[in-house]
């Protein structure tokens, strides 16, 4: 099984800064794309930001200029950076995975969420 360990959540001033990390583990071939989402309360999951294995990088226009996403290959490890966070970035962030697993099974996981939560 594939298992996905997010860290780096919690309480940080408007305008603060944070950076979480989400490190994959188990029988991985490759991993293709790697991403955060996030979720508020009575709100849907939304896409944040992902990075292909070829270091391509999508983000959502409101985390655009404030939020970076790496990763790291050797150690299965994907990292989000955000700056300036404004009170509307409150949400549970979760981390997702893609790729193959043993056996070239096609895989996706999900971390199990950390909460980010901007407040004076």
């Known amino acids: 099984q594939v298992q996905l360990v997010e860290s780096g959540g919690g309480l940080v001033q408007p305008g603060g800064s944070l950076r979480l990390s989400c490190a994959a583990s188990?029988?991985?071939?490759?991993?293709?794309?790697m991403g955060w989402y996030r979720q508020a309360p009575g709100k849907q999951r939304e896409l944040v930001a992902d990075?292909?294995?070829?270091?391509?990088?999508n983000s959502a226009d409101s985390v655009k200029g404030r939020f970076t996403i790496s990763r790291d290959n050797a150690k299965k490890t994907v990292y989000l950076q955000m700056n300036s966070l404004k009170t509307e970035d409150t949400a549970v962030y979760y981390c997702?995975?893609?790729?193959?697993?043993?056996?070239?099974?096609?895989?996706?996981?999900w971390g199990q969420g950390t909460q980010v939560t901007v407040s004076s």
């Open positions: 997702k995975t893609e790729g193959t697993a043993r056996w070239c099974i096609p895989f996706a996981a």
């Open positions: 188990g029988s991985i071939l490759s991993i293709n794309t």
């Open positions: 990075i292909t294995s070829g270091g391509s990088t």
